[in-house]
């Protein structure tokens, strides 16, 4: 059985040394965070996830969820656990008051993400859409939605998926299949199939809404090969009276099988075949065309990413607390230095500079991106709800940017740093006891799903940066290069600032020479692009880390004890030592021409 300590001590240090969330209570959702609210909270949210998740995570995984009768029975403990969850209220607690929910805000949103993927996220999937749907329905539904579905997905008694993939099509969502037609009466027949779709359905609630992407037909009947076409519905499992909100007969919503997959066994992923399912379009009020259609889902998947980032945070640092504590009791070998265990057969393995460069580099990137991860949570409410019109612009930028980045270096790394923290355990990290493997084998969906990584880094070098005339890119250099300058007079500064400065020079001489070199190689950036992404974590990461070294040698913590501060320097360290010259790596690998990619005929790769 492994073992879990939610972080609540860095994320009150992250909260209130480095965000200093307690000068922004005027903001939505802030008004009671002081230390010790901060403290209660996360130590309760932390009490759920160490203490009622964690102990049945592995056991349900292992149970796995299967279909009988075609409905899906989810592993044994889950119904208990879905009461408490729903009783405990951190289901809805990032759910504006007005809908029933405590109003957190996206900063709580993130430690919830990273404690329930480390405890249980095949659990919390069921779940996951409740929130961003029912947020997502009350600003762009008919009126009777609101009044009947969202209250629902709120309290957690029906949950909600999110329906796009079919099995010839996920990234490439012109090709959908799936068909709406519309009636008389204003609502839609669908008919179609996805695939993949998780808690498509499930017995922890009485009713699932699926949220699905539909292609219509244009005015001549013909559906057309793009995006115009694609909208999206709301289709409930079981047809709701528009007048009481009251569940009616079943609608046409079918599961096809479960799929066996490599991970997550006790979330159901689900092929979904609707068969004259009767739908509900959701569209945004006000505008036309493909930006109307699209907005329910772009809604779901913007939220969908932060979360997805943070997954990789949590299972790095629970594979790390597991590793570390192995590597402390595992005796092996001497440290080159003198025995620091003489009256043993050997030393821990932990002395051994290989242990540690697995250990530190899981426990630097965990540190580091939560720190990147909670600046990014806090700039979405600073982005809604700031006063100064050039700070919210500056926040949009850097989220459009951090967004991808996030989504695909943290999850890239939180694979990464799960699989060397097995390392750590030698033969044991691979067999199913000690629950490394488990842990690696969760922690790689997320590089595949919500947008597969090598498409963010796409998005990332070929939309965002070149956005708004490349204003998004502006406000990411510009904020690092403000910070740096900043730290002149900071004694002690240099080798965290040093670091960023020259690594920030490579990625912005890389990006101007991969997208200029487009004009003659038409590969030339794209074949850079996940490269460029990797570079841009890093430097986001070291950034992170240079503002938490200053903030300590200028003596403005007083969340850290003297210990956590030697510790957090040193992992500053680090990142800065062993990760940021990695950037200039992968500036000379980005830098090649396509020609060693694209050169090669297809048919002889
Ligand atoms: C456990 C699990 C849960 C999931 N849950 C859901 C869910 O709830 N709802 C839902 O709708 N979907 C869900 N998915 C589906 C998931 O989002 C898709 O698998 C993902 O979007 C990738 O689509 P695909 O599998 O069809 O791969 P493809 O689109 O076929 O892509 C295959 C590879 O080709 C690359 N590629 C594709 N097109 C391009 C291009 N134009 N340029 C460069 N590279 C390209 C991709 O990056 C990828 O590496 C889930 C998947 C899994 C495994």
Redesign the pocket.
């Known amino acids: 059985m492994t073992s879990y300590t939610a972080p609540v001590d860095d994320y009150v240090f992250l909260f209130h040394d480095v965000l200093k969330l307690h000068e922004h209570r005027d903001l939505p959702g802030f008004a009671d965070f002081d230390p010790e609210f901060t403290r209660g909270l996360l130590q309760g949210l932390a009490d759920f996830h160490e203490k009622v998740l964690h102990p049945v995570n592995r056991a349900a995984d292992e149970e796995g969820a299967r279909l009988e009768n075609g409905r899906v029975r989810t592993p044994g403990p889950f119904k208990e656990l879905a009461r408490q969850y729903r009783e405990s209220g951190w289901l809805a607690a990032g759910v504006p008051e007005r809908l029933g929910g405590a109003g957190l805000p996206p900063v709580f949103g993130a430690v919830s993400s990273e404690f329930s993927v480390a405890t249980g996220q095949s659990f919390r999937m069921y779940f996951s859409f409740c929130a961003p749907a029912a947020e997502m329905l009350d600003a762009l539904a008919e009126p009777w939605i609101k009044e009947h579905v969202v209250p629902r997905l709120v309290a957690g008694e029906w949950t909600a998926?999110?329906?796009?993939?079919e099995a010839h099509?996920?990234?490439?969502l012109r090709q959908i299949r799936t068909r709406a037609e519309p009636l008389s009466d204003g609502t839609w027949r669908l008919r179609g199939s996805?695939?993949?779709?998780?808690?498509g359905d499930n017995d922890l609630g009485e009713n699932v809404v699926h949220i699905v992407l539909a292609k219509v037909p244009g005015p001549d009947g013909r559906i057309a090969n793009d995006l115009s076409s694609v909208n999206v519905f709301l289709v409930s499992r079981r047809r709701i009276d528009p007048e009481t909100g009251a569940l009616g007969a079943e609608n046409g919503v079918g599961v096809g099988s479960i799929?066996h997959?490599m991970g997550?066994a006790g979330?159901a992923?689900c092929v979904m075949n609707f068969e004259d399912a009767i739908g509900h379009r959701i569209a945004a009020p006000g505008r036309s065309g493909a930006a109307a259609n699209m907005a329910a889902m772009f809604f779901l998947m913007n939220y969908a990413r932060v979360g997805v980032a943070m997954s990789g945070i949590g299972y790095t640092e629970i594979a790390q607390q597991n590793a570390a504590a192995y590597a402390r009791e595992r005796l092996s070998g001497r440290a080159t230095r003198g025995p620091v265990n003489p009256a043993g057969p050997a030393d821990p393995i932990i002395v051994h500079a290989d242990i540690r460069r697995l250990l530190l580099g899981a426990r630097a990137f965990a540190e580091g991106a939560r720190a990147l991860g909670v600046k990014i949570a806090f700039m979405q409410s600073l982005a809604r709800h700031g006063e100064d019109e050039a700070e919210k612009t500056r926040c949009e930028d850097l989220m459009a940017v951090m967004t991808p980045v996030m989504k695909a270096y943290c999850t890239d790394k939180g694979f990464e740093c799960a699989n060397d923290c097995l390392q750590v355990l030698g033969g044991h990290g691979f067999i199913a006891e000690y629950g490394l493997e488990h842990f690696v084998r969760n922690a790689r969906?997320g590089q595949?799903?919500?947008?597969?990584?090598?498409?963010q880094a796409?998005d990332l070098v070929k939309r965002k940066l070149t956005a708004h005339q490349g204003r998004p890119r502006a406000s990411f250099f510009g904020t690092i290069e403000r910070f740096v300058a900043a730290q002149a007079g900071t004694p002690g500064a240099a080798p965290y600032v040093r670091p960023l400065a020259a690594a920030l020079d490579v990625l912005g001489d890389v990006l101007d020479r991969a997208t200029a070199a487009d004009a003659s190689d038409p590969d030339a950036s794209?074949a850079a692009a996940y490269d460029i992404l990797t570079m841009f974590g890093i430097v986001a990461v070291g950034w992170a880390w240079a503002e938490i070294a200053c903030l300590i040698l200028k003596g403005e913590t007083s969340h850290l004890g003297d210990d956590a501060k030697a510790r957090k320097l040193a992992l500053a360290r680090v990142w800065m030592a062993r990760e940021m010259p990695l950037v200039r790596a992968l500036a000379d690998r980005a830098l090649l021409s396509s020609e060693p990619l694209m050169g090669v005929p297809s048919d002889l790769i």
């Not at 998926?161 to 993939?165: E, G, I, R, V, Y």
């Not at 099509?169 to 490439?172: F, V």
């Open positions: 998926t999110m329906a796009m993939t099509c996920g990234t490439d996805k695939i993949f779709i998780s808690g799929e997959k997550l979330s992923t969906v595949l799903y919500e947008g597969a990584n090598g498409i796409l794209a």
